[in-house]
């Protein structure tokens, strides 16, 4: 398991080393030159060398990847070319809304997928199952954003339940927080549960068709023990695996859904970023958002690796 | 044949003839503004109704399909171009240097979401409908990649390609006329899922304004546009909406159908 974990260890700072020259590189290619951006094109010879020592811009291109890399791993991730403030600080004010969106929207994808897929496999083939199966394919479809809109026309505008937008801040306590973020981690949640659902329901559907399942039931067991006390239990391994993998996807989901109401998260800081040409936090939310997928799955693998010992000796 | 192909290609095949019936006849000039006429629900004249600027929704929808399925087309191919050679040659090649290369460039590749890579590409060369293209379809070339190579790697243990390389064919020969054809059923079915996907991600983006510019109707545009005026005039959002669920439903549906056809295991499994 250790020589597993390792391996898995060095292609994960392997990736990540990659990924990080990757954005650096296209960020690079960018036009124009932040400092110049900044001052406007009546500044002065002096003032612009000034700005770009400060900012860091003086120094060659490889020294500046191994400044900002080598910044992130303690924390500094340089100053907002437009706000001079700490990018670090930046991302983590709004950290504090997208990260309790995201686990808020993998909650309640949780909540809704487990039910679903158990009723369905229990099912199988009959109207339930098919009833549960068509609604996962429409899920499916359904683009989080418009779903979210809709959210918003029934619940916030005709029956006044939530606020059309913003978010309440965690001052007032945490309910007021995840009140805001009801109508959001709900939108965020429907497409991911149907995906969820479904592969709940083919994980126990291939459960219940193995040899110990009969042997279960030949113990005596009803169809329901059977299903709750072995089925359930060994077909969680794929779908925590899924679950894994969605909540990377949620936290970039999350960026489309903050448009729509007005969330102060990563995703208004990144389009803001992107009109005030702000690269430096461009770059870093994007490092973040990726570091974000690759460390799930190295987890994921990780726990995987865990569970079923055969996965150790495949690459 | 099943009944998610037969539903999956008439809804496909109707956004589809929609998008070629809409380069010659709409029923409107779609970026004609009449203001008077401006924020009507659907009635006999406007069968979807009119925007804020009096333009046909009818219309919108119909060259917004174009845009839609230009962008995911073009997405897909790029992946496909792209990733099948990489898993063919990485599973040819199975344990080399030249695979682990592959493989590990796609995993980085991954971990990119296409919205993440479109943010990049955005936030430096600008947005627009080429931009979104491009950045769906590198998200699409591992996923390619990945499927191609698991597929390939179990035919090369087969006799059959044992008899070819036996028979003096190289590796590059094999993989085009042994294993591609062997795998491209897989491909077209992954092919239909990234094409549905494409569809999502184009709404996406340029429902944030990453996507197809104006005057270029796109649906994603279409609801962005729409988001302020739910309230009063809530056909806004509610068409597109359904336009873009009808085309993934569509796609998804023949994804699942093709699948179910083209594999005998399944149909033998169901009869």
């Known amino acids: 398991m250790l020589r597993y974990a390792l391996k898995r260890l060095l292609s994960l700072t392997l990736s990540l080393a990659v990924a990080s020259v990757v954005i650096f590189a296209v960020i690079e290619v960018a036009p124009g030159d932040p400092a110049s951006f900044m001052l406007g094109v009546n500044a002065q010879a002096d003032t612009l060398a000034a700005l770009r020592a400060e900012l860091g811009l003086d120094v060659s291109k490889v020294e500046r990847y191994f400044n900002w890399v080598g910044g992130m791993l303690v924390g500094d991730f340089g100053t907002s070319y437009t706000y001079r403030t700490p990018v670090s600080q930046m991302i983590a004010d709004r950290l504090w809304v997208s990260l309790p969106l995201a686990l808020y929207a993998l909650t309640l994808s949780t909540l809704i997928a487990f039910p679903a897929g158990i009723y369905a496999a229990a099912r199988r083939g009959k109207p339930g199952d098919v009833a549960v199966m068509g609604a996962t394919q429409l899920g499916i479809a359904v683009p989080n954003f418009w779903f979210a809109m809709m959210l918003v026309l029934v619940f916030a505008i005709n029956l006044r339940w939530f606020n059309a937008g913003g978010f309440a801040g965690w001052e007032d306590g945490v309910w007021t927080g995840l009140h805001s973020l009801t109508l959001p981690a709900i939108a965020l949640a429907l497409p991911q549960a149907a995906i969820l659902a479904r592969v709940m329901r083919s994980a126990l559907l291939d459960i219940l068709a193995e040899d110990f399942m009969r042997t279960a039931r030949a113990k005596g067991l009803s169809r329901r023990q059977a299903l709750w006390r072995h089925g359930v239990r060994n077909a969680l391994i794929p779908v925590l695996t899924i679950i894994g993998l969605q909540f990377s996807f949620l936290l970039a989901g999350s960026i489309i859904i903050e448009q729509v109401f007005y969330l102060p998260g990563l995703g208004r800081l990144v389009f803001q970023a992107i009109s005030a040409r702000d690269l430096i936090v461009v770059e870093s939310v994007v490092m973040l958002l990726v570091f974000a997928v690759i460390m799930v799955n190295f987890l994921v693998d990780l726990a995987y690796a865990a569970v079923d010992p055969r996965l150790r000796s495949r690459t | ?271």
């Open chain 2, 1 to 271: 044949m099943n009944r998610n192909l037969i539903l999956g290609a008439a809804l496909s095949s109707l956004v589809l003839l929609a998008a070629l019936v809409s380069f010659v006849w709409t029923p409107f000039n779609h970026a004609a503004l009449d203001i008077p006429a401006k924020l009507q629900p659907p009635n006999a004249q406007h069968w979807f109704g009119t925007d804020h600027f009096g333009r046909d929704m009818f219309s919108m929808i119909m060259v917004g399909a174009r845009t839609s399925i230009a962008v995911a087309l073009v997405a897909v191919g790029i992946g496909m171009v792209l990733g099948i050679p990489m898993g063919l040659t990485a599973a040819a090649r199975k344990g080399s240097w030249l695979d682990e290369f592959i493989m590990r460039g796609n995993d980085v590749v991954f971990a990119f979401p296409s919205l993440v890579i479109a943010i990049l590409i955005t936030a430096v060369f600008g947005a627009g409908a080429i931009n979104a293209i491009i950045a769906i379809g590198i998200f699409n070339i591992p996923v390619f990649a990945r499927i191609t190579r698991g597929a390939a790697l179990s035919l090369w243990e087969r006799e059959f390609i044992l008899a070819a390389r036996v028979s003096g064919k190289g590796i590059a020969r094999i993989s085009a006329e042994h294993i591609l054809p062997n795998v491209a059923n897989l491909l077209i079915v992954q092919g239909t899922i990234q094409f549905s996907l494409g569809i999502l991600a184009e709404a996406g983006l340029s429902y944030v304004g990453l996507g197809a510019q104006p005057p270029t109707p796109s649906w994603g545009r279409m609801l962005a546009d729409a988001q302020t005026m739910v309230s009063f005039a809530p056909h806004l959002a509610l068409i597109p909406g359904v336009a873009i669920i009808v085309t993934v439903l569509g796609l998804n549906l023949l994804g699942d159908g093709l699948r179910d056809w083209l594999d005998p295991r399944i149909r033998v499994a169901r009869a």
